[in-house]
């Protein structure tokens, strides 16, 4: 009996009507999952407007607002340290944004090895020449090294820069990268400490009561400025409004000869970085001189790796 009442309650609920009630069931959840479907994409649609929208009235992350550029003149010349100098400052400088590293040569051509070490390092640049004049490469006197390397980056700024900062980065020096952030916002001249400068172990303005009333440096020399050439930046609107701002070819009295003819300057416009000078983020670190490798045994090495190795080696 169970069996029967089992079979006909499934012939009740399934069959009887043609299949009607079965078939308007179906029907009815196809509509509804339908209907939810529908509500569903519906709700996303305008939860993602709403979104988008209020993601548009909000202001740029820190990240993304764009930074005033930053110009890097670094001088260079053929020695057997340049390759791993340039590669020092280039990895450096690659954790700051909005950069442009101006690399010029005291050379007549550039250096396919210098191009190809930049193009590795990959921080945005212009890789120009400036020699020398002979003048002064023939004397027997201290020579004015960089000064056409620096003048020739002046001259691009005049030409191609409209706003951000200048900032005169030798090689051989080493940096910490908040100092580029800080530089970055100044409105005409800012100075800060650099170590490792002659007898005196740093060359600072001196600080009184928040105010620049002097300069610490090893070598006064009669100099107005007695600062190192890493120790200053400048804005490239305040240059271009100084046409004739450049650096002397007078050694020693580069910095002084260059802040001199950023005048009219008064003291109390100079801005003081590093913590009003009381930190040292910058220094004059200096690679110790190595002699030009031997010359290669081109038969003793043929095919090997030294014959590629033997490419990359600066010599003078």
């Known amino acids: 009996m169970k069996g029967a009442n089992y079979s006909s309650l499934g012939t009740y609920s399934g069959i009887n009507g043609g299949g009607n009630v079965g078939g308007t069931g179906k029907m009815s959840l196809g509509k509804s999952i339908k209907m939810y479907l529908t509500i569903f994409i519906l709700t996303t649609c305008i939860y993602m407007a709403l979104y988008q929208y209020h993601i548009s009235r909000e202001p740029f992350a820190a990240s993304e607002v764009v930074k005033p550029p930053l110009y890097i003149i670094t001088p260079t010349y053929r020695r057997p340290e340049q390759l791993a100098e340039l590669t020092r400052l280039g990895y450096t400088l690659k954790h700051v944004v909005n950069l442009l590293w101006l690399v010029i040569e005291d050379a007549n051509k550039t250096n396919p090895l210098v191009g190809h070490t930049l193009d590795r390092i990959g921080v945005p640049y212009e890789y120009m020449v400036a020699p ?44 910490d990268i908040s100092i580029f952030e ?26 009184q009561e928040g105010k620049l009333v002097g300069y610490y440096d090893g070598w006064i020399g009669g100099r107005k400025y007695p600062v190192d050439m890493a120790g200053f930046a400048v804005s490239v609107k305040f ?73 990359l080696l600066v010599r003078p």
């Open 132 to 175: 020398m004049p002979e003048k002064y490469k023939q004397t027997k006197k201290a020579k004015p090294r960089g000064v056409s390397n620096r003048n020739r980056g002046l001259e691009y700024l005049r030409e191609h820069a409209t706003e951000g900062v200048l900032y005169f980065a030798d090689d051989d020096n080493t940096y």
């Open 182 to 207: 800080q530089m970055r916002y100044i409105n005409k001249v800012a100075m800060w400490p650099v170590g490792l400068v002659t007898k005196t172990g740093v060359s600072s303005p001196i600080i």
């Open 239 to 311: 240059l271009k409004e100084r046409p004739n701002a450049q650096m002397p070819f007078k050694p020693g009295y580069e910095e002084d000869g260059f802040l001199r003819s950023l005048a009219p300057l008064d003291d109390a416009e100079i801005e003081l970085l590093a913590d009003e000078c009381r930190d040292i983020l910058t220094w004059h670190t200096q690679t110790k001189k190595n002699a030009p490798g031997q010359a290669l045994n081109r038969t003793r090495y043929k095919n090997t790796n030294l014959e590629h190795i033997d490419r």
